[in-house]
């Protein structure tokens, strides 16, 4: 299995998403995670799919989002 995260600007996550399937197309089986505008549990509930399930294959996520996905998975180790 062959996963990608691509970090960006807000702003820019919903583009990069369109330029992501527009080249690859068919050849990406499950799809693009795009999460602008989430709610922290949504992010944390999505990024815990991401990386367990490998449902999808690329995963487009802003630099906020990265942050509140490392304080969550701090807290459920006790570490935070």
Do not use: F, P
């Amino acid at each position: 299995m062959c996963i990608c995260a691509c970090v960006c600007v807000g702003a820019w996550e919903q583009n990069w998403a369109a330029e992501i399937t527009k080249w690859l197309g068919d050849r990406l089986e499950g799809g693009v995670l795009a999460l602008s505008e989430s709610s922290r549990e949504n992010v944390i509930e999505a990024l815990n799919q991401y990386t367990m399930t490998g449902v999808y294959k690329v995963q487009v996520i802003t630099h906020r989002n990265t942050h509140t996905a490392t304080q969550a998975h701090t807290q459920s180790l006790g570490q935070g």
